[in-house]
């Protein structure tokens, strides 16, 4: 029997929207690379507070490859946020690991009464860690923000809210401008982490610094490009969650020494390592390695709100100039998957008549660039990172664009920085070799990307409004093939537009040390530590 998929409640399994730039110079640059090493020796020079509100035991140490750039949802403009978010906050809406499938969070149950309402139940006995009540008002007052605050990144993610009303003590009532299917897993974001009105209304901005939530583990203290430290919420509502008392992430950008760290001892778990660590990994004796498929595209992305990127024939040559196979071969050591779209092949959106759109062609590329007035050649500036694997696919890229005429120059900086000063309001670079962390519903990635105010739209650029008027289409069934339809356009009316580079799909790739058990991957590759613990 088919589950009516608007309407979904605790312990029902359902199916909603288908399964599955900143110049450094070389010492800068050294002592970045330095500065994760120097945080793993200093694990043990915590404050004495600090330590004291962590447990005698059960501390999981982790090595993370980036500073957060936020530690409110709100504000953060990094994918490499959520390892953190996700444990001072829970969402509204949760998802399976291996499906993205939605599940209940704080929200117990939902459903659409009418295509353009949505009502969301909410669990009772909550609080958050400031010891505030969770209920219909937090709800409220947490996507009220998230939608008009002047800070907040991901406006986008709820244009289509209308506004939020609060109809019982834990029940809310989100009446929207159009129907929006894709809604209750916008919810499983960041759009659907709650913070505590209290909080966020007495600390301001310095909530970025210390974020309250509701979640298995409250914030203890953050030392930038250095350590992140939660403990374990005594009070959480979901019992036997979580299972170690506290977390220490180690900010370690050189994924080499974040592996070492965990070979040596010194920390149990590090994430997000590439295919060269891997190998070194399987060959350690005592390490578990979990692999899996991830939504992560690595991309160039473009601002086309400005020169030379401005103009589409130099948009459609860099993505004729890259070959895509050797791109995975060299920098991947063959392990992921060329990507053509946002979209990997194996998802349920993706178009396989896209499979083809850009195939290597530099002299295709070239005659394009002659078109747009570049026979000569181009300069273009680029932002990227410092780890070893950004660099060697930073070199790729620069190569492979020598070759068609594109003189490429990088300003380095870290994730939050480079990041920063490509999608905030700087607009340092051209463009930004980088990656798309993905997330639950497709509609969200081409929304945050795409829309002509979206964050990730990084000269917040002009766009065809027959692709806006795509992505709301979207959104606006709850029939998959409907959606599959949609977002076949959305798709290929990037492609059209050459509004992105992408390159390669990721594959999963963490290391655990002998004393951690219960970790599990997910589609997003962004750990969820809920249900780890030390042996």
């Known amino acids: 029997m088919t589950k009516d998929p608007f309407n979904i409640s605790a312990g029902e399994p359902v199916t909603v929207g288908g399964r599955p730039a900143f110049a450094m110079d070389r010492r800068r640059f050294l002592s970045l690379l330095g500065a994760g090493a120097a945080g793993a020796a200093a694990s043990g020079m915590l404050p004495g507070h600090v330590r004291r509100a962590l447990a005698a035991g059960g501390v999981l140490k982790v090595a993370a490859p980036a500073n957060p750039s936020s530690l409110d949802p709100m504000t953060g403009g990094s994918g490499q946020d959520h390892p953190f978010l996700y444990t001072v906050f829970d969402t509204l809406v949760e998802w399976e690991y291996e499906s993205l499938d939605p599940r209940p969070g704080l929200a117990r149950a939902w459903s659409f009464p009418d295509p353009k309402t949505l009502v969301m139940d909410l669990q009772e006995g909550v609080k958050f860690h400031d010891g505030t009540d969770f209920n219909a008002e937090a709800v409220k007052f947490n996507l009220d923000r998230n939608r008009g605050d002047q800070r907040s990144n991901i406006k986008a993610d709820l244009i289509n809210v209308e506004a939020v009303e609060v109809s019982g003590p834990h029940q809310v009532t989100i009446r929207l401008k159009n129907p929006d299917a894709a809604l209750p897993m916008i919810l499983s974001d960041r759009a659907g982490m709650m913070c505590s009105p209290k909080a966020v209304t007495e600390k301001g901005d310095a909530h970025d610094r210390n974020p309250v939530g509701t979640g298995a583990w409250s914030f203890v203290t953050w030392n930038d490009n250095e350590k992140v430290v939660v403990k374990r919420n005594e009070g959480y509502w979901k019992k036997g969650t979580p299972k170690v008392d506290g977390i220490e992430f180690a900010i370690i950008p050189e994924l080499s020494t974040g592996l070492r760290s965990v070979m040596a001892g010194q920390n149990h778990f590090i994430y997000f390592l590439s295919p060269q660590q891997g190998l070194i990994a399987k060959r350690a004796p005592k390490l578990t390695t979990f692999t899996g498929p991830t939504l992560y595209c690595i991309q160039i992305y473009f601002n086309w709100a400005r020169k030379p990127l401005d103009d589409l024939r130099v948009r459609q040559a860099i993505n004729h100039a890259i070959d895509r196979d050797a791109f995975v071969k060299v920098t991947m050591n063959g392990i992921g998957e060329k990507a053509i779209t946002n979209l990997p092949s194996a998802h349920w959106a993706f178009d396989k008549e896209l499979a083809g759109y850009y195939p290597y062609d530099p002299e295709k590329a070239k005659a394009l660039l002659a078109e747009a007035g570049y ?19 930073q070199e790729f890229i620069m190569e492979q664009l020598r070759q068609v005429g594109i003189r490429v120059r990088y300003s380095i900086g870290t994730i939050p920085e480079a990041s920063a000063a490509f999608f905030g309001n700087e607009k340092k670079t051209d463009a930004l070799v980088s990656a798309w962390t993905g997330r639950p519903d497709p509609s969200l990635t081409f929304s945050l990307m795409y829309l002509p105010d979206a964050y990730y739209n990084g000269g917040r650029g002009p766009v065809p409004d027959e692709l806006v008027q795509a992505i709301a289409a979207s959104r606006a069934s709850p029939d998959k093939e409907a959606r599959k339809l949609a ?47 030390l042996a």
């Open 375 to 393: 026979a000569d050649g181009l300069d273009l500036h680029l932002g990227g990172y410092p780890d070893q694997s950004s660099v060697q696919r």
């Open 487 to 533: 977002f076949s356009k959305v798709q290929k009316l990037v492609l059209d537009n050459a509004l992105v580079c992408p390159l390669a799909f990721l594959s999963a790739l963490d290391v655990a040390g002998e004393k951690v058990e219960g970790y599990k991957p997910n589609l997003l590759n962004k750990p969820k530590l809920y249900d780890v613990s």
